[in-house]
């Protein structure tokens, strides 16, 4: 069965830091790349970053509204993604959710969502 | 950036009814379209993909179709469980992006 389960979300002060992880598991994980999406609440879906897999020198993606602030990173080894969030703003208040992408670009996967509070 | 447009926003059907979304692309992602569900608290779930091919054990009351800049997502006959928001999705491009949602409740 796959499975995904984010973690590390919490309440953290405008231009802080935090970092999400996103444990996969039945799958295999080193061959699929794997996205970040976020909802901010009672939003629509926003498209965070991607990262591929080895076999694409693990190249990263991001929306403009993070780029320079988030890093998409993952370990194979320990079958988990990440997400370094730095230079927090409260407009990143949201729920950050991990998904897998197949080969015919379906988020087949997604986990339950960790939430992650920007507040002072 | 690609932007997609749903509409409309929000609905209201009663039991039985056929729903349809529409989703307008702002320039031609060919077929390269995906609808999900939403339920309050839960993760999305992927209904449709490639526009019209309906997910592993989806029930078949859903359909899509569509291609190059207009798409439609149908429910035949709406039941209680559906009651959810539905969102499109383009893959044609990064950043990857979503329509806005519409919120299906019943009448």
């Known amino acids: 069965e796959v499975q995904l389960v984010e973690s590390g979300g919490g309440l953290v002060q405008p231009g802080g830091s935090l970092k999400l992880s996103c444990a996969a598991s039945g799958f295999i994980f080193s061959g699929s790349p794997m996205h970040w999406v976020r909802q901010a609440p009672g939003k629509g879906l926003e498209w965070v970053g991607r990262i591929k897999t080895k076999a694409n020198n693990y190249a990263t993606a991001y929306a403009a509204s993070v780029k320079g602030r988030f890093t998409i990173s993952r370990d194979d080894s320990k079958n988990t993604a990440f997400l370094q969030m730095n230079s927090l703003k409260t407009e990143d208040t949201a729920v950050y959710y991990c998904?897998?992408?197949?080969?015919?670009?379906?988020?087949?996967?997604w986990g339950q969502g960790t939430l992650v509070t920007v507040s002072s | 950036d690609i932007q997609m447009t749903q509409s409309p926003s929000s609905l209201s059907a009663s039991v039985g009814d056929r729903v349809t979304i529409t989703c307008q692309a702002s320039?031609?992602?060919?077929?390269?379209l995906n609808w999900y569900q939403q339920k309050p608290g839960k993760a999305p779930e992927l209904l449709i993909y490639g526009a019209s091919n309906l997910e592993t054990g989806v029930p078949s009351r859903f359909s899509g179709g569509g291609s190059g800049t207009d798409f439609t997502f149908t429910i035949r006959s709406l039941q209680p469980e559906d009651i959810a928001t539905y969102y499109c999705?383009?893959?044609?491009?990064?950043?990857?992006?979503f329509g806005g949602g519409t919120k299906v409740e019943i009448k």
């Open positions: 320039q031609d992602i060919k077929n390269y």
């Open positions: 999705q383009q893959y044609d491009d990064l950043p990857l992006t």
């Open positions: 998904t897998r992408i197949t080969g015919d670009f379906r988020f087949d996967f």
